[in-house]
């Protein structure tokens, strides 16, 4: 059973930039794919960017491609969502999840391909 607790949200101007951590616990982190989500209010969560168990293989939504980098150091069991250019419409709620997989390469992008999730952290752009 992983544990992920989400933490670096905050209120920002447009413009500007934030990084996200996610800690986990209780399982073997880079075994782990990660991914991160958003979801605004009234909206479904979104994908918003993966990344490989081993890190070496990443996706990004379009609507962030180019302006956020999503990384991981698995000696320190933390990933990790690297924002800049932030603009009013990122203003959500993010959360990071893992799932256990063999393959080391593999990206997941489906919100149903994560079996462990954070609670979430709050992200606010300001016009």
């Known amino acids: 059973q992983v544990q992920l607790v989400e933490s670096g949200g905050g209120l920002v101007q447009t413009g500007g930039s934030l990084r996200l951590s996610c800690a986990a616990s209780?399982?073997?982190?880079?075994?782990?794919?990660m991914g991160w989500f958003r979801q605004a209010p009234g909206k479904e969560r979104e994908f918003v960017g993966a990344?490989?168990?081993?890190?070496?293989?990443?996706r990004y939504a379009d609507s962030v491609k180019g302006r956020f980098t999503i990384s991981r150091d698995n000696a320190k069991n933390t990933g990790y969502l690297q924002m800049n250019s932030l603009k009013p419409e990122d203003t959500a709620v993010y959360y990071c999840?893992?799932?256990?997989?063999?393959?080391?390469?593999?990206?997941?992008?489906?919100?149903?391909?994560?079996?462990?999730w954070g609670q979430g952290t709050q992200v606010t752009v300001s016009s």
């Open positions: 999840a893992a799932t256990y997989i063999r393959l080391t390469i593999v990206v997941l992008t489906a919100v149903d391909a994560y079996d462990y």
């Open positions: 990344i490989s168990s081993s890190g070496a293989s990443t």
């Open positions: 209780g399982g073997t982190f880079s075994s782990y794919a």
